[in-house]
């Protein structure tokens, strides 16, 4: 049985970077495990080609139950299922939040998670094209850049937004969030950027790192609440490794819940139902699934709009305001405008087109995640609840007048065609509301099943280690209390960096052999 100082659980946007980071000394041993394979699709490499890779072999390619607030949809829930994770199938958007997303964390009981807090590792892992400054560094592995060749039609959107009163705003991740502006991406030499090409790929070759693709982690191992190893499936054959120090869980905000309730941790009652063996009683697993929604509107162009491929083509421009009569601290609309048209199904398509997306920071729907059956190759039962609460429908509904708004300025005059959907016809706000209903979806950003904290629906502390248990930590975008203002990806890397820190200042390896040599 082979042992090692940590175990890496996933090699994901997290998962990469803990695995980076914690290997740096040339002397800590890490087993990195992903149920994924390596990241050689071609099309993961060209940023266009990002609309391509959902429900592909590099995708989980998980689906929610029927959503009882969308006519019973089932909503398509990809997750990256190869080295990379989501980063390496994501729309390559580089979005951190806002300054109060994170002041609010800490407010939840979670000390040094503020946004003066988070910001140095925000900046640990970026290498800013545009150079460094309070908000930005060129020191880090991962390549953020302006879009090579933007389209005149997102400038467009830009300036319409602009005549609509809205500020130009060049940095979304800088002094100020609200206002338009064009998207930053996570790009290298006109290449996909992702965790898995900045933080893993250069270090393969350090001894001390031992990367296995291919490899389903099934359960982890316990000693009653110490975690001792874990148990995983690659090639058809059942292994178990064992773990000096500690296994960190970066599986994600679906995969990490699931894992855990396998294993023994989670709601005590639910566990016995299953006729799981409970190590750790924690009702919060699994619960608190929070996700950002959209609805589109789509129009038809009237001239040919060329896409480079260094463009993720779905979202060059965006627009975060607030909507009337919001009193929060941070933005609650996101505005997405791309070249890529999203026509719901029984809709007229067009090759020649844009949309607009409207985007809710901060819904209400609280989902969860749990167990379909025993065998770890099955997927989770996902509920969302989306637009369980009429206020996100009235913002949505406000979101469409508004993109309206912005396509009949002016700056679209040359591009505009006919209005695929909703439809010029679909005015009332009766009407808007079923199509929402009828066509919303997820941006693809689900957080909070393993949520920081300290209250009794916590799962993880404010250093990211499972409550009730020793060795064992969570570290990925599960552990958000709370969703941020604006995309997952950024920081999501950011809590990998954070964590390294963590584990390191908590001594791992020597701390257990010196408890050793004592005894």
């Known amino acids: 049985m082979t042992q090692y100082d940590y175990i890496v659980i996933g090699a994901g946007s997290a998962g990469c970077v803990v695995a980076n980071r914690i290997t740096e000394d040339g002397e800590t041993t890490v087993l990195l495990l992903e149920a994924g394979n390596p990241d050689t699709k071609p099309e993961i490499q060209i940023p266009l080609e990002c609309t391509s890779l959902p429900g592909t072999e590099v995708d989980w390619g998980y689906f929610s139950e029927p959503e009882p607030y969308l006519n019973n949809r089932k909503i398509f829930c990809p997750r990256g299922k190869v080295l990379g994770g989501c980063s390496s199938i994501n729309f390559l958007n580089y979005i951190r939040g806002n300054r109060h997303d994170y002041d609010h964390w800490q407010s939840l009981a979670n000390p040094g998670w503020s946004y003066q807090d988070v910001l140095p590792y925000f900046k640990k892992s970026e290498n800013q094209q545009r150079g460094a400054c309070e908000y930005h560094s060129i020191d880090g592995a991962l390549s953020v850049t302006d879009l090579i060749s933007p389209t005149v039609i997102s400038q467009r959107f830009v300036d319409a937004s602009v005549a609509l009163g809205y500020d130009y705003n060049p940095d979304f991740n800088g002094m100020q969030q609200e206002g338009a502006g064009l998207f930053q991406l996570t790009v290298k030499d006109g290449k996909r950027h992702s965790a898995a090409a900045a933080f893993l790929l250069p270090i393969f070759k350090r001894p001390n790192l031992t990367t296995m693709t291919g490899a389903l982690v099934t359960r982890l191992l316990f000693d009653g ?220 950003h689900p957080v909070g099943t393993c949520k920081m904290g300290t209250d009794p629906m916590a799962v993880v502390d404010p250093k990211l280690r499972v409550h009730g248990v020793e060795g064992l930590r969570v570290v990925d975008a599960s552990i958000m209390p709370t969703l941020i203002t604006g995309h997952t990806n950024a920081p999501t890397i950011m809590i990998g960096e954070k964590a390294a820190d963590l584990i390191k200042a908590a001594g791992g390896v020597s701390q257990r052999l010196q408890k050793a040599i004592a005894k």
């Open 225 to 444: 609440t110490s975690t001792v190893g874990v148990e995983y499936l690659h090639e058809g054959t059942l292994h178990q490794a064992r773990v000096n120090s500690e296994v960190i869980l970066s599986a994600g905000a679906f995969d990490s819940p699931k894992l855990l309730l396998m294993s023994g941790i989670g709601d005590a009652e639910y566990l016995q139902s299953l006729g799981i063996a409970v190590v750790a009683d924690l009702p919060g697993v699994g619960q608190n699934l929070q996700d950002h929604v959209l609805v589109s509107v789509s129009s038809e162009a009237t001239q040919h709009l060329h896409t480079e491929i260094t463009s993720n083509g779905a979202g060059e421009a965006g627009l975060f305001l607030y909507s009337e009569g919001n009193l929060d601290a941070a933005p609650d609309l996101e505005m997405i405008f791309g070249l890529i048209l999203s026509s719901p199904p029984d809709y007229p398509n067009s090759s020649l087109g844009f949309s607009g997306k409207v985007v809710l920071t901060h819904p209400e729907n609280i989902g969860s995640v749990s167990l379909r059956t025993l065998d770890p190759k099955d997927a989770p039962i996902i509920r969302m609840n989306y637009l369980q609460s009429q206020s996100d429908v009235k913002k949505l509904v406000a979101g469409i007048k508004l993109i309206r708004q912005l396509f009949q300025t002016r700056a679209f005059d040359e591009f505009r065609g006919e209005e695929i959907a909703p439809g010029a016809d679909v005015t009332s706000d009766e009407a808007l509301e079923a199509y929402i209903r009828e066509t919303c979806n997820t941006v693809y």
